[in-house]
């Protein structure tokens, strides 16, 4: 182990559905997807629902060695997740599971927590500066002193072209890759989608104190067609929004209408629940002004009596919800 701090060695790579060639130092083992010999875990935690069981047995395994990890995937896929569970899988359980934003991280920080007994997990890796990086591989990878903490970096960069780029040390990222576990996007694991929806909805149900909804057909349509482009994080507002809104058409049209769009840069505002929350009620406030309107035969005066809101702010919010396209009104605030 002492070996394996000190000098860079090619990465151990995870790819399910393989052969995995182990690094030197690490129990031999071979991890296959689908049917392969997988050595039992010796701590049995329960699984972590948003990962199919062969990222969760892969989890265990890395949980068992002081080696650095690399955790590569899309922005969230649930990297900072995993690192927390091989941080509660492993020996260093009880100690202090830190995570820094690598773009962020100051100097002493960064020094205080690898010197712990506890877990480092360094967000981004690739945005560390370079001067950060050579502190690290002195005083964590050169270190004369005991082991500190478990170091696990997480990336959504393709590293190797920030090597080539020299924005990265090419013997930090050996360091840092001594293990590397590649987490799939959310597209291309539709047969999870349910299981992690059904998972999901147990726990918000109970978090919101609320019945766990039965999703419609159209409702499970959306979920396996879409693309999710903020994979699990995207996921998990879907169906907090369900839960909390609790009318699965609004929610849809909601969760439709707020859905991430790329820029111009390429990049993707993320989906929020207080977006999605703030959709849903414009869309509530429609659906119900529409239906007081039609059962006052148009009458706008009326129908904002009704609402218990000025005639001014039932066509404010008319041409809000875009409604200027309704009859207009006759000196009565009647429809013509």
């Given at each position: 182990m002492e070996n394996l701090r000190r000098m860079p060695i090619p990465p151990f790579f995870l790819r399910f559905g393989t052969r995995i060639a182990t690094a030197k130092g690490v129990n031999q083992a071979t991890l296959i997807s689908g049917g392969g010999t997988i050595q039992s875990a010796k701590r049995?935690?329960?699984?972590?629902?948003?990962?199919?069981?062969?990222?969760?047995?892969?989890?265990?395994?890395?949980?068992?060695?002081?080696?650095?990890?690399?955790?590569?995937?899309?922005?969230?896929?649930?990297?900072?997740?995993?690192?927390?569970?091989?941080?509660?899988?492993?020996?260093?359980?009880?100690?202090?599971?830190?995570?820094?934003?690598?773009?962020?991280?100051?100097?002493?920080?960064?020094?205080?927590?690898?010197?712990?007994?506890?877990?480092?997990?360094?967000?981004?890796?690739?945005?560390?500066?370079?001067?950060?990086?050579?502190?690290?591989?002195?005083?964590?990878?050169?270190?004369?002193?005991?082991?500190?903490?478990?170091?696990?970096?997480g990336t959504s960069r393709d590293l190797l072209g920030e090597v080539k780029a020299w924005r990265m040390r090419e013997d930090f990222y050996y360091m840092v890759s001594v293990i590397t576990l590649r987490i799939s996007p959310l597209r291309y694991r539709k047969s999870e989608i349910l299981s992690i929806a059904d998972e999901l909805l147990t726990q918000y149900s109970k978090q919101f104190d609320r019945p766990k909804p039965v999703l419609r057909e159209e409702i499970i349509g959306y979920l396996m067609e879409h693309t999710w482009p903020e994979n699990l994080s995207e996921l998990q507002t879907a169906i907090k929004t369900f839960v909390a809104i609790g009318d699965q058409s609004i929610s849809l049209a909601a969760l439709k209408a707020a859905a991430p769009t790329a820029n111009r840069n390429g990049s993707r505002k993320p989906l929020s629940l207080k977006e999605v929350t703030r959709t849903a009620s414009i869309q509530i406030e429609r659906q119900l002004i529409s239906e007081v309107l039609t059962k006052n035969g148009g009458n706008r005066k009326r129908a904002a009596y009704e609402l218990g809101i000025s005639y001014k702010a039932l066509l404010y919010k008319l041409k809000r919800a875009g409604a200027e396209s309704l009859p207009a009104p006759n000196g009565n605030g009647v429809a013509q």
């Open positions: 049995q935690t329960k699984p972590f629902a948003l990962f199919d069981v062969h990222t969760q047995r892969a989890i265990s395994r890395i949980a068992e060695s002081d080696c650095p990890v690399l955790i590569v995937g899309e922005h969230g896929v649930g990297k900072r997740s995993i690192a927390a569970q091989i941080h509660a899988q492993s020996s260093r359980s009880r100690g202090v599971f830190t995570e820094i934003q690598s773009a962020d991280a100051d100097p002493q920080a960064l020094l205080s927590a690898l010197s712990t007994k506890g877990t480092v997990y360094l967000a981004e890796i690739g945005d560390l500066s370079l001067s950060l990086q050579e502190l690290v591989i002195r005083s964590y990878f050169h270190s004369e002193g005991s082991q500190g903490g478990h170091l696990l970096c």
